[in-house]
């Protein structure tokens, strides 16, 4: 096979943001950018599961069906809790963690427990990306 008969391409979908970094690293990697349906790798939101079945062997994609579960980590860090409730210590791979509003109460004890002790929290908002509205609070 001739170096260069086939052109590998990707395509940034016009739902989400354009990261210079993506782009960046795939032009790095040999992938041109392209705009026509003839694409390797395609950035997007998740697609649905009906999007995925008009894939061939040569396509993919960055997100997939359900991958919010561990893209959010609000979701995500409500599926390692039913693990660590599952299986015990072998699931502890997260610090404390409260997703408010509806764990307030837990958070409200926790931080009066604490109180005379110097401790830093995080405050990540759900759905946000690229550290936007993260906070540090003391």
């Known amino acids: 096979m001739k170096e260069g008969k086939f052109k590998l391409r990707f ?3 016009e739902n989400v943001h354009t990261y210079s970094s993506v782009t960046h690293s795939l032009n790095y990697a040999g992938l041109a950018q392209t705009d026509s349906s003839n694409w390797n790798v395609l950035w997007s939101a998740p697609l649905k599961v009906d999007n995925l079945r008009e894939f061939n062997v040569f396509k993919h994609c960055n997100h997939f069906a359900g991958a919010w579960n561990l893209g959010r980590k609000d979701s995500m860090y409500r599926n390692i809790s039913a693990y660590q409730r599952e299986f015990g210590d072998e699931y ?18 926790e931080r009066e427990e604490s109180e005379g002790i110097h401790k830093l929290w995080i405050l990540k908002p759900a759905n946000s990306s690229c550290g936007r509205g993260i906070r540090i609070l003391n």
């Open 92 to 109: 502890i791979l997260t610090p404390k963690t409260w997703v408010l509003p509806q764990d307030y109460q837990a958070f409200k004890k």
């Open 11 to 13: 395509k940034i979908s």
